[in-house]
């Protein structure tokens, strides 16, 4: 079991040492009549004050409905905020190195790179599963982060409890658990058990089940430790009074939520059934996301075409494992309607 001492430790020392920037609006906090204190213009509201820098009436709605504790919660711009500030908070540039599997969403080697830090790659066994050992045996003094997506982008499949834990215990440095797509699996969330691990960083996002990836708003959740240490190096005003109040809407509306992912799920069972019928798709990849990952023949050709007649899938094919995949997210019927009629259409051409 990981210990607070450790988890400091690793901790970058300029970070340790750090004093952070204290705006307006961190010194005081309550309700007042005149506000004087933050060189704001007076005109405009109520665009013109700046916002809770913590963001602390979302978090108290967060926490009760995620079943955490408020200071377990960093806010940040989309998911890609908190894994940057990741490497900032304990990847040395040039020393520290970060581990994850392949293929996997993208931007864990692109946060490595832009902060000079060492990325270490592990490809997932053919049918998917996770490298458990491998993983562990990539890892030397200077690892310090081990991300694991969960249900994963693309191949769509969620880990066993068991390799996670694995993992949790086995790894000498922080593990993060993305769960983007956590909202569309059967499988249960790591906030459940975020207090038995101090080296585990979950993250979420209210850009898949809760349809705001306009609004630019992740999730990381944490002990009250390492979330601090989040606070210390964010940017003072990161999260905008209008996303905030949206934030606080939304989440009245989990309901709708809801019935949102369940139309997903029931759309997504019935697209597969259909591709199973087509002589083109070789193998549908089992899904726990909104999405499926499917192997076609002559994927870039496929697609091509289907670009031609409006209609956008990603294309995998050069993805490691993903040779001829297409990856096709679950959108509501009658675009998924659209895009069945246009791959019969193809089909037909393709054997004529």
Same mark, same amino acid.
């Given at each position: 079991?990981?210990?607070?001492e450790?988890?400091?430790?690793?901790?970058?020392p300029?970070?340790r040492?750090?004093?952070?920037?204290?705006?307006a609006r961190?010194?005081f906090?309550?309700?007042?009549?005149v506000?004087?204190?933050?060189?704001?213009s007076?005109?405009?509201?109520?665009y013109n004050?700046?916002p809770?820098p913590l963001q602390?009436a979302?978090?108290?709605?967060l926490?009760?409905q995620?079943? +955490?504790?408020?200071?377990q #919660?960093f806010l940040?711009?989309?998911?890609?905020e908190?894994?940057d500030?990741?490497?900032? #908070?304990?990847c040395e540039?040039g020393?520290s190195n970060?581990?994850?599997?392949?293929?996997?969403?993208?931007?864990?080697? /692109?946060?490595?790179?832009i902060?000079g830090v060492?990325?270490?790659? /592990?490809p997932?066994?053919?049918?998917?599963s996770?490298?458990?050992?491998?993983?562990l045996?990539?890892?030397?003094?200077?690892?310090?982060l081990?991300f694991l997506c969960?249900?994963?982008?693309?191949?769509?499949n969620a880990?066993?409890?068991?390799?996670i834990e694995?993992?949790l215990?086995?790894?000498d440095g922080i593990v993060v658990?993305d769960?983007?797509y956590i909202?569309?699996?059967?499988?249960?969330s790591?906030?459940?058990?975020?207090d038995e691990?101090?080296n585990? +960083?979950?993250?979420q996002t209210?850009s898949k089940a809760?349809g705001?990836?306009?609004v630019?708003?992740?999730m990381?959740f944490?002990?009250p430790?390492?979330?601090?240490?989040y606070n210390?190096?964010?940017?003072?005003?990161?999260?905008?009074?209008p +996303?905030?109040?949206y934030a606080l809407?939304l989440?009245?509306?989990?309901d709708? +939520?809801?019935r949102?992912?369940?139309e997903?799920l029931a759309?997504?069972s019935?697209?597969v059934?259909?591709l199973s019928t087509?002589?083109?798709?070789?193998?549908?990849?089992?899904?726990?996301?909104n999405?499926?990952?499917v192997?076609v023949?002559d994927?870039t050709?496929?697609?091509?075409?289907?670009?031609e007649?409006?209609i956008v899938?990603?294309?995998?094919?050069?993805?490691?494992?993903?040779?001829?995949?297409?990856r096709?997210?679950?959108g509501q019927a009658d675009?998924m309607?659209?895009?069945?009629?246009a791959?019969?259409?193809?089909?037909?051409?393709r054997?004529k």
């Open positions: 079991m990981k210990t607070q450790q988890i400091e430790q690793w901790v970058r300029n970070i040492r750090l004093k952070p920037y204290s705006s961190n010194e906090s309550g309700e007042a009549s506000w004087l204190d933050a060189n704001e007076p005109f405009n509201e109520p004050r700046y809770d602390w979302v978090k108290h709605r926490a009760k995620r079943g +955490v504790c408020p200071d #919660i940040g711009v989309g998911s890609d908190a894994i500030l990741l490497y900032r #908070i304990f540039p020393k970060a581990i994850a599997f392949t293929p996997t969403y993208g931007m864990y080697r /692109v946060c490595a790179d902060n060492e990325y270490r790659e /592990v997932l066994q053919a049918d998917f996770l490298p458990v050992e491998e993983l045996r990539a890892a030397d003094r200077e690892s310090r081990l969960s249900p994963n982008n693309p191949t769509g880990f066993p409890e068991t390799d694995r993992l215990t086995g790894f658990i769960e983007a909202d569309f699996s059967s499988h249960p790591w906030l459940a058990r975020l691990f101090p585990l +960083v979950v993250l209210f809760w705001s990836a306009g630019r708003l992740g990381a944490a002990s430790q390492l979330i601090g240490y210390k190096v964010k940017y003072p005003y990161n999260i905008s009074g +996303v905030q109040r809407d989440l009245d509306r989990a709708e +939520v809801c949102w992912v369940e997903t759309e997504r019935r697209f059934e259909r087509l002589p083109l798709v070789r193998r549908v990849y089992p899904s726990e996301a999405f499926v990952l192997r023949e994927a050709a496929l697609y091509n075409w289907l670009v007649v409006g899938v990603r294309n995998r094919s050069s993805v490691t494992l993903c040779d001829d995949c297409l096709i997210t679950i675009e309607d659209s895009l069945w009629e791959l019969c259409r193809y089909n037909q051409n054997e």
